[in-house]
């Protein structure tokens, strides 16, 4: 069974572009987490997704942010326009039911210049 | 509010010493705790949980943690340490019910010294 996997590995990009990275959870888990871990802090929580919907999304740093999930399967991550504090390692996680142990994907690694 | 305090950002010991990472939590209900493991270059790991059932928790690789609600301490404990142990330990909390978002602490990097 694959697991979670994340695109890109890495992105190196300039304050003020956009970038949108991609989560496909493992098959059949309706539920998809995203994480970030900016350097030197603790990974912190962004949004929660079941299957289409958002069921959380009180981590999400600002309106520059835009996660999506439609049709209940992969999810992108939208940052637009990024700023230098975006910069860190950004995980997927995905379960396949709300309690049921997280399954995380091995990051993107966002730097902005 | 939940968090979680990791003690000591880096944890170095001998190959065959005794492995003990450090973490207290604070959270207003009975939570669920976790220990993450990440190797280099790879995601995060599950190495154990605790979900209300037996305090002390077995995990993979020759790990365990206690849970002692009257220290708010799950810490993790491994009695002989290996090379390949060497990594990034991070302890997690959640609420359970509805809320299933992890709260992390700051991470424990381990070496393990030949």
């Known amino acids: 069974e694959a697991g979670v996997t994340q695109f890109p590995s890495h992105s190196v990009i300039e304050k003020g572009q956009t970038v949108t990275l991609r989560c496909d959870p493992i098959?059949?888990?309706?539920?998809l987490y995203w994480y970030r871990r900016v350097m030197g802090k603790e990974i912190k929580f962004l949004l929660h997704?079941?299957?289409?919907?958002?069921?959380?999304e009180s981590g999400m740093p600002n309106n520059r942010f835009l996660a999506e999930r439609t049709g209940g399967t992969y999810s992108t991550l939208k940052v637009q326009p990024a700023e230098l504090e975006d910069s860190g390692v950004y995980f997927c996680a995905s379960s396949q039911d709300t309690a049921d142990t997280q399954y995380f994907g091995p990051g993107t690694r966002l730097t902005v210049l | 509010a939940q968090s979680v305090t990791q003690l000591g950002s880096h944890v170095s010991v001998s190959e065959g010493a005794l492995v003990l990472l450090r973490c207290n939590y604070s959270?207003?209900?009975?939570?669920?705790l976790f220990w993450y493991v990440q190797y280099p270059n790879q995601g995060l790991q599950l190495l154990l949980k605790?979900?209300?059932?037996?305090?002390l928790v077995k995990g993979i690789n020759g790990f365990e943690a206690e849970f002692k609600k009257s220290e708010t301490s799950f810490h993790l404990t491994k009695p002989s340490a290996h090379m390949s142990d060497a990594a990034e330990y991070f302890c997690a909390v959640s609420r359970g019910g509805s809320n299933y978002k992890l709260t992390f602490g700051k991470g424990t990097l381990l070496t393990v010294n030949p």
């Open positions: 605790y979900t209300s059932a037996a305090t």
């Open positions: 959270s207003s209900v009975p939570p669920y």
């Open positions: 997704f079941v299957k289409e919907s958002k069921q959380d």
């Open positions: 098959s059949g888990h309706d539920n």
